[in-house]
């Protein structure tokens, strides 16, 4: 994209600060929950943080596994700046080991030459202005074991007036949490299931910290926030678990979140699962909306009635989409409704 080097050696590992020396002589990286205890030169679950001289570092600042201009909707964003723009980067890893993954040639990566691509925080700002992206997500793999670089990168963007946005698993400690999205304007965060078994058995991880990041993010911040559930059949699709998850969202994130149903394609260590059956979106949909959640979605499949944002009073719609382009738009630049004026939930760029 004009602004790479080809350089793998440009980019040296990068101190951090969250990890403890234990009595034992390991170092615990204090990051995310996975806490893991490393010995001299291992690495971490994320594969990206390591232990070196009696510390953990991050082996991937300043390094990429590719550059995009996407639309914000990719990510997926429909009440964040909807119709602009979005300078997408990533690097490798992630902190949990999801056997659907549906990025796993980044997420999963073990092989640091993907990250062929270097770019400093103040070139991914600049080449992201010079593109007319009005924000930089950070996505692809999971943000959150990059902290350092996305922090460093969301500085220098903010400085050109541009956004920053995360997609991410939400999977973090309090304290780093804390830091991190000092930094991010919105984050769309995947609540895989709305069990402790498919976390635990699955994705090698637990509910609990994600259903904390949600009410953080949603309580503690303003930052923008909408909620993604990939829908496996067999693992998450039953109508009582999505009841269960969108009553938890109405009880503790409210009705203004916005959350998007998306269908499963097999990957990875899940190719034994058929692709997600397009009623079983609907039907998570309608469940959603039942249960008094306003902007329910369906993603990544042909059903334009499941993009369509619809004003919760009058019930017209407002933003309708063919696939991620905006093809009628009918709010204002406050974000309300041009046929009987009340505010639909979101941060609206000026114009679309």
């Given at each position: 994209m004009g602004l790479l080097m080809q350089n793998q050696n440009a980019a040296k590992n990068f101190p951090t600060k969250y990890w403890h020396i234990l009595p034992n002589?390991?170092?615990?990286?204090?990051l995310c929950p996975q806490h893991c205890k490393l010995n001299p030169g291992q690495r971490g679950l994320c594969f990206v943080r390591m232990c070196e001289n009696n510390q953990i570092v991050l082996t991937t600042y300043g390094r990429s596994?590719?550059?995009a201009v996407d639309p914000i909707e990719k990510k997926p964003f429909y009440h964040f700046l909807p119709g602009t723009r979005a300078f997408s980067f990533g690097t490798a890893g992630c902190n949990l080991a999801c056997k659907f993954c549906q990025n796993y040639d980044m997420s999963k990566s073990r092989e640091m030459d993907i990250l062929a691509e270097y770019a400093t925080p103040v070139m991914i700002a600049k080449r992201a202005q010079e593109l007319g992206c009005e924000s930089v997500a950070f996505t692809y793999n999971e943000p959150t074991i990059f902290m350092e670089y996305a922090i460093d990168t969301a500085i220098e963007c903010h400085k050109l007036g541009i956004r920053t946005v995360v997609k991410t698993n939400g999977y973090i400690c309090d304290e780093p949490r804390t830091e991190f999205y000092q930094y991010i304007d919105a984050a769309s965060v995947d609540l895989k299931a709305y069990t402790e078994n498919f976390y635990r058995s699955i994705a090698s991880a637990h509910l609990q910290p994600v259903l904390d990041t949600l009410i953080y993010l949603k309580h503690k911040t303003n930052v923008w926030l909408e909620v993604v559930t990939l829908i496996i059949p067999g693992e998450n699709d039953t109508a009582e678990?999505?009841?269960?998850?969108t009553k938890w969202i109405v009880t503790n994130l409210g009705i203004d979140v916005p959350v998007h149903f998306t269908a499963f394609h097999p990957a990875w260590k899940m190719l034994d699962k058929p692709v997600t059956p397009l009623e079983?979106?609907?039907?998570?949909?309608?469940?959603a909306l039942k249960n008094g959640i306003r902007y329910a979605y369906t993603g990544n499949v042909d059903y334009m009635e499941g993009n369509?944002?619809?004003?919760?009073?009058?019930?017209?719609?407002?933003?309708?989409?063919?696939?991620y382009v905006i093809s009628d738009y009918q709010l204002d630049e406050a974000g309300s409704c041009r046929f009987c004026g009340t505010s639909?939930?979101?941060i609206y760029p000026k114009r679309v």
């Amino acid at each position: 994209m004009g602004l790479l080097m080809q350089n793998q050696n440009a980019a040296k590992n990068f101190p951090t600060k969250y990890w403890h020396i234990l009595p034992n002589g390991r170092v615990q990286c204090d990051l995310c929950p996975q806490h893991c205890k490393l010995n001299p030169g291992q690495r971490g679950l994320c594969f990206v943080r390591m232990c070196e001289n009696n510390q953990i570092v991050l082996t991937t600042y300043g390094r990429s596994s590719g550059f995009a201009v996407d639309p914000i909707e990719k990510k997926p964003f429909y009440h964040f700046l909807p119709g602009t723009r979005a300078f997408s980067f990533g690097t490798a890893g992630c902190n949990l080991a999801c056997k659907f993954c549906q990025n796993y040639d980044m997420s999963k990566s073990r092989e640091m030459d993907i990250l062929a691509e270097y770019a400093t925080p103040v070139m991914i700002a600049k080449r992201a202005q010079e593109l007319g992206c009005e924000s930089v997500a950070f996505t692809y793999n999971e943000p959150t074991i990059f902290m350092e670089y996305a922090i460093d990168t969301a500085i220098e963007c903010h400085k050109l007036g541009i956004r920053t946005v995360v997609k991410t698993n939400g999977y973090i400690c309090d304290e780093p949490r804390t830091e991190f999205y000092q930094y991010i304007d919105a984050a769309s965060v995947d609540l895989k299931a709305y069990t402790e078994n498919f976390y635990r058995s699955i994705a090698s991880a637990h509910l609990q910290p994600v259903l904390d990041t949600l009410i953080y993010l949603k309580h503690k911040t303003n930052v923008w926030l909408e909620v993604v559930t990939l829908i496996i059949p067999g693992e998450n699709d039953t109508a009582e678990e999505i009841g269960a998850l969108t009553k938890w969202i109405v009880t503790n994130l409210g009705i203004d979140v916005p959350v998007h149903f998306t269908a499963f394609h097999p990957a990875w260590k899940m190719l034994d699962k058929p692709v997600t059956p397009l009623e079983t979106l609907i039907r998570a949909r309608d469940i959603a909306l039942k249960n008094g959640i306003r902007y329910a979605y369906t993603g990544n499949v042909d059903y334009m009635e499941g993009n369509k944002t619809f004003c919760h009073n009058c019930h017209n719609c407002v933003v309708e989409r063919t696939g991620y382009v905006i093809s009628d738009y009918q709010l204002d630049e406050a974000g309300s409704c041009r046929f009987c004026g009340t505010s639909c939930a979101g941060i609206y760029p000026k114009r679309v």
